[in-house]
Nanobody, 131 residues
Framework: QIHLVESGGDLVLPGGSLRLSCTLS????????IGWFRQAPGKQREGVSC????????YYADSVKGRFTVSRDKDNDVVYLQMSSLKPEDTGVYYC????????????????????????WGQGTQVVVSA
């Protein structure tokens, strides 16, 4: 059974950094695209970043480019989202997710960052950026 668990959320000052983790089980994650999404109170869930399977591309939302970095730890089946220069507007619940399609399908940032293209989700981890 596919299972994803996020961790690492916290309260952080503006300008600070956090690293979120998405621990995966039940599947060989090297064959699956992993997406990071966030949802702020009263707003729709939005795509933040994604890492395509089998050494494919990574994509980022314009709002986080240059500040967030996604990476994979194959040995431990963990995907990280390193977040730097955090802003109050980065506040929200962060989710990781995976879909069942191959790397070619997700090799389009509009698709890769669309929550509709993912079937399996973690429970989320809260990030609050505030002074």
């Amino acid at each position: 059974q596919i299972h994803l668990v996020e961790s690492g959320g916290d309260l952080v000052l503006p300008g600070g950094s956090l690293r979120l983790s998405c621990t995966l089980s039940g599947f060989s994650f090297d064959y699956f695209t992993i997406g990071w999404f966030r949802q702020a109170p009263g707003k729709q869930r939005e795509g933040v970043s994604c890492t395509i399977s089998r050494g494919g591309n990574a994509y980022y939302a314009d709002s986080v480019k240059g500040r967030f970095t996604v990476s994979r730890d194959k040995d431990n089946d963990v995907v990280y989202l390193q977040m730097s220069s955090l802003k109050p507007e980065d506040t929200g619940v962060y989710y990781c997710a995976t879909g069942g399609r191959g790397p070619t399908f997700y090799n389009d940032p509009a698709i890769c960052l669309s929550s509709a293209e993912y079937n399996y989700w973690g429970q989320g981890t809260q990030v609050v950026v505030s002074a």
